[in-house]
Every structure is written in C-alpha cells, then in structure tokens.
C-alpha cells in the first residue's frame, strides 16, 4: 500500500500543474538533501567521523573546529575510484548494471598561524572543495507486463493538457508516434493488454555528475582546551541523467497496431547553493575531546532542462516514426535542504591512536521547494515531503592505530538512517559502509593516505506512474566501492 498511495500523491500533483515535465518531486529533493562526509582517504576510513578529531580537512564540512587543531600549514589531494554494482529485480525478473568512474574528491589549502597570545595558540583558514554526493550509477531493470503499459503515461498526459508540444512531451510524443488512437487511448494497453497479452519492459538510467562543496573556513584553538570554527560553503550541484524506457509486444502477432517504441529523456540540472556551518570541541584533558556542530540549510536555486525523443512502430507499414520536440524544455526553481547537527567525541591512547565517533541528526521532512507561478503544486508536492520523510540518524564511527612511528592503520563503520518515514519505510534503506585504510607518514613534510571503503544500501521505485493503477515496483540493491588516495604536504 506505501507504493500505491505514493503513486496517487505524486499523480495527483502531476494534474494540478499540467505537465509533468515540471514535476521536481520528493525524491529529486532527497538527492540533493542527502549527504555524506568522508571526503579525504583519512576521513573515509575512520567511517566519515571527523566531527571532533580535526586537522583533516573534512572537517571544515562536518566541524570547522576541528580546523583549530592544526599545527602546521597543508595541502591536500584526494582522487577517487568509484565501482558501483547494481541488482535489480523487476515483475520476477533480476537484471544487474555497473558504472565505474575515477573522481576528485577533495582538494584543499590549509594555511596555519601559530601563535602564543592570550592564550590563543593559532588561528587556521582553510579553502578547497569536499565532494558530498556523487551520482554516477547505472540501473537497469526488465520485465513481462500483462497489467499496464507505459503508453497510458502518454495517454493520461494527452487528455489533460492535451497534445500541443507546448502542453508538455508527454501528450504529444504519444499522439504525434500514432501510440494514443483519435480518443487519446492507449494503442498498446487497448490491442494488447485488454486482449490478455504481455509487454517486454525495459527501463534503464544512466547518470553522472555530483554535490561539490567550495569551503571558506576559519577555526581558532585556545590553550588546546576550546576550538571553535565555522564554514562558509558554496556548493555547486550538477545532474545529468538519460532514461531509455523500451516496451515491445511480447504476443507474437504482427496485426495488432504496435510492435515496439523506445522513449528517452534527457535531463540535466545545475545548480548552486550556499550554507554556513558553526561548530566548537572541548579538551578537558589530553585523552579525551567532543565537539558539537550545526549546519543551516542549503539554499538552492536550480535550472532544469530536459529533452525529449520516441522511436515508434505501430505495424502500419511506415518503420520506426521518430518525433522529436522542436524545443528544449526548461524550469527554474528553488529548494532548500535541511538543517544538520553533529555530537561528536574522541578518546585518544596516548600517541598510539585513538577511537572516534559521530551522531548526526536530519531532518529530511522539513525540505522544501518553492515555484514562482506553480503556488497548487509547491504546496502539494511540499506536503508529500513532509508525509514521506522524517528525521533521521546517522552514526560514524572510526579508529586508528599507528604501528611503527610512519605506518598507521585505520578501520571505520558508518550508518546513514533510512530518510522515509514509518508509513514508507520499505521505499529505502539504512544504508551502511564499512572501511579500512593504511597512512604512512614521510617525517613532518607530507603523507599517504589510502582507503577502500564498501558501502550498501537498497531502494523501492514505481516503473511509472498512472492514475488509478496499480504501479509495478522495480526494487534495486546497490553495492559501491570507493578506493581513495590522499597525497598531502606539509609547510
């Protein structure tokens, strides 16, 4: 049922603005809305926990007090492998896909001044950029469907809006591919489905791009008992994703007005945003420290354009009928991301290593759009965020152990809590990474870092959405392996 009644939130908001190529969802909000930390090869194998440790500069995005720890001035590098694996299963079938994709994941300029005045033992300002999402993924799942067809998508944008290109590509990719007959009814649903016969489905998605974070910190110590520090952070966002979504007649017949039809969409968003975080650590002795952070929202404004296209056969002896709209559909609008905040604590073995861990509290529910002109639809879509989503806990925890005086070992363990609230909680999943990493240090002049770090984590999604039926459900582990490199040096 939590599908079900998601599927009539989300066609019911279709129909109040009249186009679904407009409809920046609940879902779009969370993939911008959710973050991670690690960003160094360091911080990654501690599980992402920098909020109290400091001196690694992942903390001017989770506590910019840990900024004030430093002693020495740095610069730092961080490339990245990202191996992601999905498997996914679709009206009883299974289909897997991968993407693998070397990044940039922090690069950073750490300047340190020292000093002994009053009690303040140096100021440190910091700039560089920490990557906090990365969507580069492949999905891909297949089915046999004898309940619907993706056509009625077509059919039910055709009688609202319509079937002018300037009404939206839905109606008029359908009428104008001869997939909608002269009463705006499905061709496939109607000489197929009706007629007991199945669908070959396919959908794939192929996406890059990413969640930058461009950081301007300062943290200051005093007596190394009390850091403080805070962070402002410009934070870039890019999103390009194409949709194949294939459907053929599995029945055999050749005479019955539909053989095949691939849809595509081609959608890409940019983006920029700008947030501020504040945050202090305590060292009440030596051994011992915690910290307390919190980040505002991040407000952004986005532009989204997407193209269209439909490669059809209807058996009527013409081949494949291509249409494609002679326009390149844009929309501006805003979305704020929501406030964070981070307890943190440290417990150090003397100079043999130390155990570290955050907890980190989100709440999702409270995102939120805002559409000049479209008042109905920010408002439904809006309180579909607040219904979906609730607060959610994640917790990292790390360690590390210095072997010899240059070779350190590190292990860590994160949980990020699943952001759908207890009536959709089978939407997603906690998801989990767990890390291991080595550091060598070359004196007091530069160090290595590596990490590899596995993470897990599994999602629901409606094939498509259609008023008053029943949505098919493609279900999607995904597997993802970073390898990290950080190469930073002292001055």
């Known amino acids: 049922m939590n599908l079900i009644t998601k599927t009539a939130m989300i066609a019911g908001a279709f129909a109040l603005i009249g186009s679904a190529v407009f409809a920046q969802t609940a879902d779009d909000a969370l993939r911008y809305g959710m973050l991670t930390t690690g960003t160094t090869a360091r911080s990654l194998a501690i599980g992402g926990a920098a909020g109290s440790l400091g001196a690694d500069y ?18 730092t590098i961080t490339p990245s492998l990202r191996m992601n694996n999905n498997s996914s299963s679709y009206l009883g079938e299974n289909t897997t896909d991968e993407r693998t994709a070397l990044k940039l994941s922090n690069a950073s300029l750490v300047f340190n001044n020292s000093r002994n005045k009053s009690g303040w033992k140096g100021v440190t300002f910091a700039i ?15 089915g046999m469907n004898g309940n619907s067809s993706f056509s009625e998508v077509f059919a039910e944008a055709a009688q609202l809006n319509g079937v002018e290109e300037s009404a939206g590509p839905y109606g008029y990719l359908g009428y104008q591919s001869y997939l909608l007959d002269n009463n705006l009814k499905s061709v496939p649903y109607r000489n197929v489905i009706e007629q007991g016969g199945r669908l070959d489905q396919m959908k794939t998605s192929s996406s890059k791009g990413a969640v930058n974070e461009y950081t301007f910190s300062l943290g200051a110590n005093y007596e190394d008992k009390f850091m403080v520090g805070g962070t402002l952070g410009i934070t870039s966002y890019r999103f390009k994703r194409i949709t194949d979504f294939m459907e053929a007649d599995a029945t055999g017949i050749n005479s019955n007005g539909f053989d095949r039809f691939t849809f595509r969409e081609d959608l890409q968003t940019t983006g920029v945003g700008v947030n501020g975080k504040f945050g202090m650590i305590f060292a009440p002795d030596k051994a011992f420290r915690i910290g307390a952070a919190i980040h505002t929202p991040t407000w952004i404004s986005l532009t989204d354009y997407a193209d269209y296209n439909i490669v ?12 494609v709209p002679q326009n390149i559909y844009q929309y501006e609008y805003t979305l704020r991301t929501p406030w964070r905040g981070v307890l943190s604590a440290t417990g150090f073995f003397g100079n043999k290593g130390f155990i570290t861990a955050d907890y980190e509290y989100v709440p999702y529910q409270t995102m939120s759009y805002r559409f000049n002109g479209n008042t109905n639809y920010q408002i439904d879509v809006n309180n579909s965020i607040n219904q979906l989503y609730r607060g959610a806990s994640n917790i990292r925890v790390g360690a590390e152990y210095r072997v010899t005086s240059p070779f350190s070992v590190r292990a860590g363990f994160a949980m990020y809590g699943n952001p759908y609230s207890s009536k959709y909680s089978d939407l997603g999943s906690n998801r989990t990474d767990y890390s291991l990493g080595l550091g060598y240090r070359f004196g007091s002049s530069a160090f290595l870092d590596l990490t590899y770090l596995y993470s897990t984590s599994s999602y629901k999604e409606n094939a498509y ?12 582990k995904t597997n993802r392996n970073i390898v990290a490199l950080t190469l930073g040096f002292k001055f």
């Open 58 to 75: 992942s903390a001017a995005s989770v506590n910019p007090a840990g900024l004030g720890v430093y002693r020495q001035s740095e610069f």
């Open 128 to 142: 560089g950029f920490n990557k906090l999402a990365d969507f580069n993924n492949n999905v891909t799942f297949r």
């Open 312 to 323: 059809a056969n209807v058996e009527d002896g013409t081949g494949n009928r291509t249409v």
């Open 465 to 476: 959405v259609v008023s008053g039926v029943t949505p098919d459900v493609a279900a999607t």
